[in-house]
């Protein structure tokens, strides 16, 4: 009996062995067998540029909001300075925005517009070349059958006198309802 005993252990200690082994050791060897080709690239890092600060060399100019800077403006004179001691005319104390141009006239081979002021007047004036029209010293300097051009003088950011075109157009909508 003794070999039976021996053989019943030997084989009860291969039994232990095979479940001794490693848990899942098929899906391990299978993952690192597959990590083996794979080969990761991590793409270089930008170019880091240098800083390069900012010079400020404005310290010896004048602040623009200064009394100073203010005084000194309003002894300047510009070329487009409008005159502000001509006598203003009636269709000047109106925004152009709000003047409609309703039609034209034709004598003696000049043309007027005709231009409506707002509510609640609506008061109808004829312009011709050379009147001023809006508060910005709009000066006519020509009339069509469908507009009237002017020229305005306006103050920029610097304070400075600037002239800029505009024009007010024939009113479609009141030529639709005669």
């Given amino acids: ?17 095979a479940c001794a082994g490693e848990e899942f050791g098929d899906l391990k060897q299978w993952m690192d067998d ?15 540029k240098p800083y390069e600060p900012y010079i400020y060399n404005a310290f010896n100019l004048t602040d623009p909001f200064s009394p100073i800077k203010l005084k000194m403006e309003r002894g300047k004179a510009s070329a487009f300075a409008p005159d502000t001691n001509r006598p203003k005319e009636p269709l000047e104390s109106f925004d152009l925005e709000k003047l409609k141009m309703v039609g034209t006239l034709e004598r003696d081979k000049a043309i007027y517009a005709l231009i409506r002021t ?61």
């Fill in 118 to 178: 707002p509510e609640p007047d609506k008061t109808m004036y004829r312009v011709k070349v050379g009147n001023y029209i809006g508060q910005n010293f709009g000066l006519i300097t020509s009339i069509t059958e469908t507009e009237v051009k002017l020229k305005e003088i306006v103050e920029d950011s610097n304070g400075d006198w600037v002239e800029r075109t505009s024009s007010i157009v024939l009113d479609e909508t009141q030529q639709e309802k005669k």
């Fill in 34 to 48: 597959s990590s083996k080709s794979l080969v990761g690239k991590v793409e270089p890092l930008p170019e880091v």
């Fill in 1 to 17: 009996m003794p070999t039976w005993l021996g053989i019943g252990t030997l084989a009860l200690c291969g039994l232990l062995t």
